[in-house]
């Protein structure tokens, strides 16, 4: 429970930011350089959050370098129609389309940060355009220039904390692109510690502040908010515990520690179906829960930054377990079914509306017909090619090595009846839809999953290209919907203080990125729709709490 302030405190700062993630370590840095004494805890080993794991775009529409080709009102207009009136406060998409492109001119202006376009990432939905007003068929999305880390951080360097989801770590998207992630090149830039994507955001950002005298403080874990007798948050208590340390902040904490997709009860509680992250483990929801018992307004909780998963068959992550990769079905020449053996998407689209069918409710059956693992259905081709997935690096190895058995959720069979029976589909059902499928593809439609307003495929696996699914053999991998990150928790204002159940504002609290509600109503317009918003409002928390007057806390 939240503590009322007595004495004692272990130590007092004017600010503390609880997380190291994008939104976070911007907080920190805006609010030290407009003079605020500042520490930064991280649960993790690691610094960098979501944010050094991703690939460290951020969605900022009117930014500087496509500034003669985009509008506020354009961006404004997209993004209010993504929402789809699911914004907890629409009037803070208007702030965010007001200051991103500031907070990106912060960051380049104070860090050695540097954004390019990511130029091949257009607006999400610009490839059914026509149907959606604002977006634009360019990238507003920027991406982090490469970095020095090694040579400006030495050892510190490898406090970055890095992913396997979109590899490589040392190579923009623009470089991989152009095919300049040479096995050459990339054994000089692991060797001189160069970091692009996430780590060339979440870089510059810690060398800034260890540059102006900020701890930022790893394997410290936040457990409670202090309160006074008004309910005011005046610090918070870290560490272990029966190791536990109180911080007094005279002017604010900022929660800006995750989302809580790790945290298996608050997704059931929540969110409803089961989703399989692809984040840092340690998001669990600490800032929601240390929030709710302070009075915190919430909102945004039942919805999630989504993109699909599938399981290597044969490589584990760094944990031993099974690494999830960024999969969305395996494009042309293959299908996802149900477990009734029947199609209900394609992985063409953004990758965040792809997980969302399968917790829809049939009330025909009723039930929740498309519940995960839903099965991709394949054909001899993909077991000699391989799989390329749909962020540049993955790739997967369908082939069983010599020595080995496939696990469960791989699946081989002479005739697709055979393979439903495997999996235990209906094979009747199965076959139907195959064959029906593979009738269309070979007359080049797809009228039951196919959009002929969809000119290309952006973010998935290539399903324009229609070819049926042939054998023998066929084969048959488990489609999860996955997670990026929740995107809902604490409601915040336009200077992302958190808003009380009780009080209208909860006095000393901030809260970014995913421990807030998603000030885009939990929408992706393009590439970096969750690090834009993060490092946005945790710009203008960092000015809000820099031109705070200290208080006295005892």
């Given at each position: 429970?939240p503590g009322?302030?007595g004495?004692?405190?272990?130590?007092v700062?004017?600010?503390?930011?609880v997380?190291?993630?994008?939104?976070a370590?911007t907080a920190?840095?805006?609010?030290?350089?407009?003079g605020?004494?500042v520490?930064?805890v991280?649960?993790?080993?690691?610094?960098?959050?979501?944010?050094?794991?991703?690939?460290?775009?951020?969605?900022?529409?009117?930014?500087?370098h496509?500034?003669?080709r985009?509008?506020r009102e354009?961006?404004?207009?997209?993004?209010?129609?993504?929402?789809?009136?699911?914004a907890?406060?629409?009037?803070?998409i208007e702030?965010?389309?007001?200051t991103a492109?500031?907070?990106?001119?912060y960051?380049?202006?104070?860090?050695?940060?540097?954004?390019?376009?990511?130029?091949?990432l257009?607006?999400?939905?610009?490839?059914i355009g026509?149907?959606?007003?604002?977006?634009k068929?360019?990238s507003?999305?920027?991406?982090?220039?490469p970095?020095?880390?090694?040579?400006?951080?030495?050892e510190?360097?490898?406090?970055?904390?890095?992913?396997p989801?979109?590899?490589p770590?040392?190579f923009?998207?623009?470089?991989?692109?152009?095919?300049?992630?040479?096995?050459?090149?990339?054994?000089?830039?692991?060797?001189d510690?160069?970091?692009?994507?996430?780590?060339?955001?979440?870089?510059?950002l810690?060398?800034?502040l260890l540059?102006?005298?900020?701890?930022v403080r790893?394997?410290?874990?936040?457990?409670?908010?202090?309160?006074d007798?008004?309910?005011?948050?005046?610090?918070?208590?870290?560490?272990?515990?029966g190791?536990?340390r109180?911080?007094?902040?005279?002017?604010?904490?900022?929660?800006?520690?995750?989302?809580?997709?790790?945290?298996k009860?608050m997704?059931?509680?929540y969110?409803?179906y089961?989703?399989?992250?692809m984040?840092?483990?340690?998001n669990t929801?600490?800032?929601?829960q240390?929030?709710m018992e302070?009075g915190?307004k919430l909102?945004?909780?039942?919805?999630?930054?989504?993109?699909?998963?599938?399981?290597?068959p044969f490589e584990k992550?760094?944990?031993?377990?099974p690494?999830p990769?960024m999969?969305m079905?395996?494009g042309?020449?293959?299908i996802?079914?149900?477990?009734?053996?029947?199609?209900?998407?394609?992985?063409?689209y953004?990758?965040?509306?792809?997980?969302?069918?399968?917790?829809?409710?049939d009330?025909?059956?009723p039930?929740f017909?498309?519940?995960?693992?839903?099965?991709?259905i394949?054909?001899?081709e993909?077991?000699?090619?391989?799989?390329m997935?749909?962020?540049?690096?993955?790739?997967?190895?369908?082939?069983t090595p010599?020595?080995?058995?496939?696990?469960?959720?791989l699946?081989?069979a002479d005739?697709?009846?055979?393979?439903?029976?495997?999996i235990?589909?209906?094979?009747?059902?199965?076959?139907e839809?195959?064959?029906?499928?593979?009738a269309?593809?070979?007359?080049?439609?797809?009228p039951e999953w196919?959009?002929?307003?969809?000119?290309?495929?952006?973010?998935?696996?290539?399903?324009?290209?229609l070819?049926?699914?042939?054998?023998p053999?066929?084969?048959?991998?488990?489609?999860?919907?996955?997670t990026?990150?929740?995107?809902g928790?604490?409601r915040?204002?336009?200077?992302?203080?958190?808003?009380?159940?009780?009080v209208?504002i909860?006095?000393g609290?901030?809260?970014?990125?995913n421990?807030?509600?998603?000030?885009?109503?939990g929408?992706?317009?393009?590439?970096?729709?969750?690090i834009g918003?993060?490092?946005?409002?945790?710009y203008?928390?960092?000015?809000?709490?820099?031109?705070?007057?200290p208080?006295?806390?005892?």
């Open positions: 429970m009322v302030n004495p004692g405190w272990d130590e700062h004017d600010v503390v930011v997380g190291s993630g994008g939104g370590l920190a840095l805006v609010a030290t350089n407009g605020a004494d520490v930064v991280e649960k993790d080993q690691y610094v960098g959050g979501t944010t050094a794991v991703s690939g460290g775009d951020m969605w900022i529409p009117i930014n500087r496509i500034a003669d985009d509008t354009e961006a404004i207009a997209y993004v209010t129609r993504l929402a789809d009136g699911r907890a406060d629409p009037s803070l702030v965010y389309v007001d492109h500031q907070a990106v001119e960051l380049e202006e104070h860090t050695g940060y540097v954004s390019t376009p990511h130029v091949l257009h607006d999400y939905y610009s490839v026509d149907r959606i007003p604002g977006v068929p360019f507003r999305s920027l991406s982090p220039s970095w020095p880390a090694g040579a400006e951080l030495g510190l360097a490898g406090l970055i904390n890095r992913g989801w979109v590899p770590a040392e923009t998207f623009n470089e991989q692109a152009a095919g300049a992630d040479t096995p050459e090149a990339l054994e000089e830039r692991r060797r510690g160069v970091r692009a994507k996430g780590g060339g955001l979440i870089g510059p810690f060398k800034a540059d102006a005298g900020v701890e790893t394997k410290t874990p936040a457990s409670r908010l202090i309160t007798a008004d309910g005011a948050v005046i610090g918070v208590a870290v560490g272990a515990e190791e536990e109180r911080i007094g902040a005279r002017r604010g904490v900022v929660l800006a520690c995750g989302g809580f997709e790790w945290n009860e997704v059931q509680a969110i409803g089961d989703v399989q992250p984040t840092p483990w340690m929801g600490d800032g929601h240390m929030a302070v915190a909102g945004n909780m039942n919805s999630f930054f989504s993109y699909g998963v599938i399981y290597e992550g760094r944990d031993g377990n690494l990769q999969l079905g395996l042309a020449g293959s996802i079914v149900n477990q009734q053996g029947e199609r209900f998407m394609h992985g063409g953004t990758y965040n509306d792809f997980s969302h069918p399968f917790g829809a409710f009330q025909r059956t039930g017909l498309n519940k995960a693992p839903a099965w991709v394949f054909g001899s993909h077991l000699k090619s391989g799989i997935g749909a962020k540049p690096g993955i790739a997967m190895e369908l082939q010599e020595g080995e058995d496939a696990p469960d959720w699946v081989f005739s697709v009846k055979e393979l439903a029976t495997k235990g589909v209906a094979p009747e059902v199965l076959e839809t195959v064959g029906r499928y593979n269309n593809a070979e007359n080049g439609v797809d196919g959009d002929p307003a969809q000119t290309h495929t952006l973010t998935g696996p290539d399903t324009t290209s070819q049926p699914v042939v054998g053999p066929f084969g048959a991998i488990q489609q999860w919907p996955g990026l990150g929740t995107n928790g604490c915040i204002d336009a200077d992302a203080r958190v808003l009380g159940n009780r209208p909860i006095d609290l901030y809260a970014a990125g421990a807030s509600a998603s000030v885009l109503g929408s992706y317009p393009g590439g970096g729709g969750c918003p993060s490092v946005t409002f945790g203008r928390a960092g000015l809000h709490l820099a031109g705070t007057t208080r006295d806390i005892g």
